[in-house]
């Protein structure tokens, strides 16, 4: 190998440690990160970019995805046969293999840091907002359940079903992601870090494979595309694509994001909205009170309306049909990726979603 090449491999490989370095000290300056980067760089970086990759029709960051893997299986099989050709070069052959793969690694890690990835160590949505988190008692969680279920009862109501009484859209998935926009413009009057001008959310053409993963919605922040697993139940797709709006929007945190999406759908005009969005809060915080209070749990649960449980059925029957080897690796993938991003909640926290739940619900109850 020419030593200059070499050289130039060796500083790009750098680029591993030096991401790594500057995610660590972002993660101890959050009121730096919040308003140089994730107010300032990002949002235009993100929107201009976004905008443009908007105008086509299709996912270009799941494009890519399938071209890296290809190119990858078709450089690894080339280099196979290469070793076994070539005795005498064997291990050059192989250790060249190794460095271009760390090299495509640390340009690619350190991309991701420096046009999204520094996002995960801005200050908490909750301090944006000013939204109260602190400790709450399970009676207050008990309230907010309480709450989510009358509320998404009355929507329940509203909503158009199929012949086996389940949530069934007026309208396509597209329609889904063209109106999606109409929530954060609502929200953004109480949130302004929610405004934006960005891209339609993209439908993925191999939603199955998303599916077998257990994955509803992904980011692709290289391309800045918010991206959907368009084969979920229709009740899970306004808030699993105001969820990847979020993103979109510098807001990286995954329990955020979920807030970020309960809000927007239920500021949105559209009452399929403003149901997907209350019935993914019910899930989230019933699921928290079932860890705390068993009694009051299943007290509330007989509360749940018959349209409410069959959405909540049919959801449980289509991620159960995809549990395998995929899904649970896909699982551990995801938690070992958002560990590396210092996503954590407090000791006290009933986890970032619930805890944000009810800081809103104190805010509309001030003074009741």
């Known amino acids: 190998m020419d030593i200059n090449k070499l050289i130039?491999?060796?500083?790009?490989?750098?680029?591993?440690?030096?991401?790594?370095?500057?995610?660590?000290?972002?993660?101890?300056?959050?009121?730096?990160?919040?308003?140089?980067?994730?107010?300032?760089?990002?949002?235009?970086?993100?929107?201009?970019?976004?905008?443009?990759?908007?105008?086509?029709?299709?996912?270009?960051?799941?494009?890519?995805?399938?071209?890296?893997?290809?190119?990858?299986?078709?450089?690894?099989?080339?280099?196979?046969?290469?070793?076994?050709?070539?005795?005498?070069?064997?291990?050059?052959?192989?250790?060249?293999?190794?460095?271009?793969?760390?090299?495509?690694?640390?340009?690619?890690?350190?991309?991701?840091?420096?046009?999204?990835?520094?996002?995960?160590?801005?200050?908490?949505?909750?301090?944006?907002?000013?939204?109260?988190?602190?400790?709450?008692?399970?009676?207050?969680?008990v309230m907010v359940c309480d709450n989510l279920i009358e509320r998404g009862n009355k929507l329940r109501s509203k909503i158009n079903v199929d012949s086996f009484g389940v949530m069934d859209l007026t309208y396509d998935y597209n329609k889904v992601f063209s109106k999606a926009s109409r929530g954060y413009e609502k929200a953004s009057y109480f949130y302004p870090e929610l405004i934006g001008n960005y891209g339609n959310p993209k439908g993925v053409i191999l939603s199955r494979g998303m599916s077998l993963s257990g994955i509803s919605g992904i980011y692709f922040p290289f391309t800045f595309e918010a991206n959907v697993n368009t084969e979920i139940p229709d009740s899970m797709l306004p808030f699993t694509t105001t969820h990847e709006m979020a993103h979109q929007r510098g807001f990286a945190r995954e329990d955020e994001a979920n807030f970020i999406a309960y809000i927007t759908c239920s500021l949105h005009p559209d009452p399929q909205f403003k149901y997907s969005g209350t019935l993914m809060a019910i899930i989230h915080s019933m699921n928290t009170l079932s860890k705390y209070d068993k009694k009051k749990y299943l007290q509330l649960q007989n509360k749940y309306s018959k349209g409410i449980v069959k959405d909540l059925n049919y959801i449980n029957k289509f991620w159960n049909k995809y549990e395998g080897p995929v899904e649970k690796t896909s699982r551990k993938l995801n938690n070992a990726y958002l560990k590396s991003n210092y996503q954590q909640d407090g000791i006290h926290s009933y986890g970032r979603m619930v805890d944000l739940l009810i800081a809103e619900y104190r805010q509309k109850n001030k003074g009741n």
């Not at 730096?32 to 299709?58: C, D, W």
């Not at 939204?131 to 709450?136: G, K, V």
């Open 8 to 141: 130039r491999k060796i500083i790009l490989i750098l680029f591993l440690p030096l991401g790594i370095i500057i995610s660590f000290l972002a993660s101890q300056a959050p009121q730096t990160i919040e308003k140089i980067y994730s107010n300032n760089i990002y949002i235009f970086i993100g929107q201009t970019i976004s905008v443009i990759t908007g105008i086509l029709p299709f996912s270009l960051g799941e494009i890519l995805c399938y071209f890296t893997i290809f190119y990858f299986i078709l450089v690894l099989i080339k280099t196979i046969f290469k070793a076994l050709k070539k005795n005498n070069k064997r291990i050059y052959i192989l250790l060249n293999f190794f460095i271009n793969t760390l090299v495509f690694i640390s340009i690619a890690y350190f991309t991701f840091i420096m046009v999204w990835g520094l996002n995960y160590h801005r200050l908490p949505f909750s301090v944006i907002s000013g939204l109260d988190i602190s400790p709450a008692s399970v009676n207050e969680l």
